[in-house]
């Protein structure tokens, strides 16, 4: 197996491209880094920022490089030790015309050789299985009367064109276009075109693509003379100026141009998500398996790649089997990890190929950890308060899936629906029985009630916790929709009694249905909640965060040590990550959001201060969504906007002295621009809440009145600035704490850590694409080459000194990182050994070991370390310990020597904590 032991996430794209990416090999190298983590590198949409928009599988987007950069690259990272795991995306591709397999299905349908690649239901009703082609501005009937369409020759065939896109058109339209005109064609041409009804009777894929493509490239031919091409101009004035003609060209496609909007309620595709610009694949289909990972596959033979991450498993018919061939594939050696989105009490399944998910558990478990356990019914009370009225959670998250449903997945319930009627599950009477809509509202509520991503299991009948599971929703629909009871005791009958009987056809079919419906849970879930809830139930949005929950609200040290040892015995290479290019803030946004939970009514007083000191900044009777006038912004996203400058608001500058201030931005973070990318990220937050503006229907004078308001929050001439800017200040530090700490955690805890590009440095980031923004890799660098220049590590106070500029963090994660590569198998198969605290603090202290062999680790870090310094009256360099100690095992090394610092000790009756934290609440220590 090739453990990574720590990797380092790269995101490549038109700005940051191998060449790039090749000058800051010797710095990473430097830092420590073992394995870069890369997005996608394949063929993707032009001017993509991400890589997720395949267009082209079988290689390298042009965009970033070369396959012989790759290759280079690959040489240098293999001199310096340097492993590489590679995101691939085998659920969907770009709907997009530089797709060309999706290109060749629309120009010749279900005759195309690549027609199996989509999961497209030409069976459906919606246009008469016509696939759509959602991306009109308007209704089509509007968009060619004004004058938007237009035939086109280009590349050697004939397309439709919208502005600068452009989709083919099937051969069945060149003799009513060639014929569009009162002149004559050459008899080269006329005799071209008698071919074509022969050439229509041909069905074999593979056959009729060559004759086409043959026809294609003579009829270029013969429209290469000058007369030739004056004929060709003739008959593309006449069709576009003659709309009658227009529209029969139109409606002789396998495809149907249409409005974007449509796909909220009528589809016949499967999209990622809600997103029609994604197509999905039918990656359970062996060829298509073969075609979109041949490019990998030689990647990975070569030795280029060692690893693979596979983003969004749960939208694949079938991710356990698709994970068994994925191994086959890769290799018994390969590193395999999937994006993994994990409820509460559910597990990985233990059954997959793999070595585990890509980090959001282990950071929700981290982040949690860090708040206050305590101060949870003092944060939904106020909430309360300041709403007027009390959020329920379960409620609002049902309410929220429940709106994308009906909203904007209506194709997709009708999709269902229908499939189970075709798949003849019950008899007709049965279905004739039950009451109009209920089948449709009872697997409504199946999908809503669905409290997973998605189940996996792959043949009936379910083994029996998936069974359990299923009952559960089952009997929740019918408690909570009595009037839906006989079709869920329908539904019932279907996934779960029938298929005692071993009925293998029956039992196919039915899982069929059932293996169609998790496809589509998972959309939900992700719109409803990580897309949706997580912009609307604001109690404190540090936990409104990918992979944790709204719901949550701290985790003790004894749960979170459990949940490492279960991390260790299950999954002990799965990664650590704490940032990542889809988090909805960076981390050290949340580690200063936690703070606020150790200083609860602190907070609460703050926010009641600001809220008078900001009334008048609100702009007065602004039209809603609802028609009705009031504030803008709202209490809600009032409060939305209030943790988010505690929380992300630019690290002060440091002057001469060491003391910080606020006057100016620190050189090289490019947060001059912060009121900018906070107003763009308001933007989205209120589009994504749907409450007070939406994608769809943006309500700008909504938006513009709450960007006006956050942008005169940080005018600091103003009341609120006078107030805010204290208390951010406080908050910075202590978070900085918490940062610290929550790194130490990554690479010491069971797992792999993962950082996320630039956040050796500090992460003050918001949602993509504000988290995407350039890395400013020669500040690094040069702050790296400065620290391991000097002859000792003890260099702690200057750091903690200039610790606005984040070389504390870098030297840090520098630190650690070297010391996951010289004890390799202590942090991957070390036992993880819970550790005792005694004394006056040892509520606020979380210790551990690693113990491999003879090699001992023990880690300590603070929890609650707000409280501490107000109880104390000072700040965290100068906290007094008192007699809190670790204890450790009774077989336990007694020397020890701190990681950190040049500091070391005996402990015979413990390590006390005032000996450890000697510069900052902070430990790593080897023990001899």
């Known amino acids: 197996m090739n453990n990574p032991v720590a990797t380092y996430r790269i995101q490549f794209h038109k700005e940051f491209t191998f060449s790039q990416f090749e000058r800051i090999i010797p710095y990473l190298d430097k830092l420590g880094i073992r394995t870069i983590y890369a997005s996608p590198i394949l063929g993707s949409v032009a001017g993509s920022q991400h890589g997720y928009d395949v267009v082209n599988p079988e290689r390298i987007n042009p965009e970033i490089g070369t396959q012989a950069q790759l290759t280079r690259i690959h040489k240098q990272l293999s001199e310096r030790g340097i492993g590489w795991i590679q995101d691939i995306v085998p659920n969907h591709m770009a709907f997009d015309p530089s797709n060309g397999w999706l290109m060749d299905v629309l120009e010749k349908g279900e005759r195309s050789i690549f027609n199996c690649f989509f999961d497209i239901d030409w069976t459906s009703p919606v246009y008469e299985g016509r696939l759509m082609v959602p991306f009109l501005g308007n209704p089509l009937e509007e968009v060619i009367q004004n004058g938007e369409l237009a035939v086109a020759w280009q590349d050697k065939r004939l397309v439709m064109t919208y ?38 009777q041909v069905n074999d894929a593979t056959t009729y693509s060559l004759r086409s493509q043959e026809w294609q490239l003579k009829l270029a031919e013969l429209l290469n003379d000058a007369e030739a091409k004056s004929y060709l101009r003739a008959c593309l004035k006449t069709v576009n100026t003659d709309s009658a003609l227009l529209q029969q060209v139109l409606d002789e496609q396998v495809y149907r141009l249409c409005f974007h909007g449509e796909t909220d309620w009528q589809i016949n595709y499967r999209r990622f998500f809600t997103v029609n610009s994604l197509i999905c694949l039918n990656i359970q289909n062996p060829v298509v398996f073969e075609h979109a990972h041949e490019h990998t596959k030689n990647l990975l033979k070569t030795g280029v790649i060692q690893g693979l991450r596979v983003d969004h498993i749960d939208g694949l018919h079938d991710p356990s089997r698709y994970l068994e061939q994925l191994r086959e594939m890769a290799g018994e050696d390969a590193y395999i990890v999937v994006e993994k989105i994990l409820e509460a009490g559910e597990a990985l ?43 329920v959670i379960s409620r609002e998250l049902h309410d929220k899936k429940a709106y994308i449903l009906d909203e904007h997945m209506r194709g997709e319930l009708a999709n269902l629906t229908r499939l189970f009627q075709e798949l003849n599950l019950i008899e007709e009477k049965e279905l004739a029985a039950l009451p109009d809509d209920t089948l449709k509202g009872a697997i409504r509520e199946f999908l809503i009630q669905c409290p997973v991503y998605r189940y996996y299991g792959n043949c009936l009948p379910l083994e029996k916790s998936e069974t359990d599971a299923i009952q559960a929703i089952l009997e929740r629909v019918r408690t909570r929709k009595p009037s839906l009871k006989p079709a869920a005791d329908l539904l019932e009958d279907v996934l779960l009694t029938k298929p005692l009987a071993g009925d293998g056809d029956y039992n196919s079919r039915a899982l069929r249905f059932y293996q169609r419906c998790m496809q589509f849970t998972g959309p939900l879930m992700a719109k409803g909640v990580e897309d949706t809830l997580m912009y609307t139930y604001t109690r404190f949005i540090g936990h409104d965060e990918v992979g944790d929950s709204p719901e949550f609200f701290g985790l003790n040290v004894k749960d979170f040590h459990q949940h490492m040892l279960d991390r260790l015995t299950n999954w002990p290479l799965s990664l650590n990550a704490t940032s990542t290019h889809d988090t909805k803030r960076g981390e050290d946004v949340r580690s200063r959001l936690n703070v606020l939970t150790d200083l609860a009514d602190e907070w609460f007083t703050e926010v009641e201060a600001w809220q008078q000191l900001a009334r008048d900044l609100k702009k007065k009777n602004v039209p809603g969504m609802d028609g009705t006038e009031g504030d803008a912004p709202d209490v809600n996203d009032e409060y939305f906007i209030y943790q988010t400058l505690v929380g992300a608001y630019p690290m002060p500058t440091v002057n001469s002295s060491g003391d910080s201030e606020r006057s100016a931005f620190l050189p090289g973070q490019d947060e001059q621009n912060f009121a900018e990318r906070l107003g763009e990220y308001l933007q989205k937050a209120l589009r994504e809440a749907k409450r007070n ?114 070389r504390i963090k870098l030297w840090l994660v520098h630190i650690l990182l070297n010391e996951r590569k010289l004890q390799a198998d202590l942090f991957a198969n070390g036992h993880y050994v819970p550790l005792q605290i005694e004394g006056r603090y040892k509520q606020n202290v979380l210790s551990f070991a690693r113990r491999y062999q003879r090699d001992w680790y023990v880690v300590a870090v603070p929890l609650g370390i707000a409280q501490l310094c107000q109880e104390q009256k000072t700040d965290v360099v100068s906290l007094n310990w008192g007699n809190t100690r670790i204890v450790l095992p009774d077989k336990a090394p007694v020397q020890w020597w701190h990681r950190l610092i040049d500091v070391a000790g005996s402990a015979e009756n413990g390590i006390l904590l005032t000996d450890l934290f000697t510069f900052l609440p902070l430990a790593i220590i080897k023990l001899n």
Not at 170 to 196: C, G, N, V
Not at 359 to 368: E, H, R
């Open 349 to 391: 399944p233990s059954n997959w190929p793999i070595q585990g998910e890509t980090g959001y558990q282990f950071l929700a478990q981290v982040n949690n950890l860090f708040t206050q356990t305590g101060s949870q019914q003092k944060f939904t009370q106020f909430y309360t308060k300041l709403l007027g009225e009390k959020q």
């Open 693 to 806: 503006s939406t994608y769809t229907e943006p309500n700008e004078a909504y938006e513009e009145a709450t960007k006006a308001f956050a942008r005169q929050l940080l005018e600091q001439k103003k009341p609120f600035w006078e107030r805010f800017e204290p208390f951010c200040r406080r908050i910075t530090d202590l978070g900085i704490i918490n940062s610290l700490a929550q790194v130490i955690l990554k690479f010491t805890c069971p797992g792999v850590p993962d950082v996320y590009q630039g956040c050796e440095g500090w992460d003050l980031s918001l949602v993509d694409p504000d988290n995407r923004r350039p890395v400013d890799y020669d500040q690094r660098q040069g702050w790296l080459e400065e620290l391991t220049g000097r002859d000792t590590v003890d260099q702690w106070d200057d750091l903690w000194k200039h610790r606005y500029d984040s």
């Open 163 to 200: 502005y600068d896109t452009a989709y083919p058109i099937h051969l069945r339209s060149y003799t009513s276009f060639l014929q569009a005109t009162e002149d004559k064609s050459s008899k080269a041409i006329q005799r071209l075109m008698e071919q074509l009804p022969e050439l229509d």
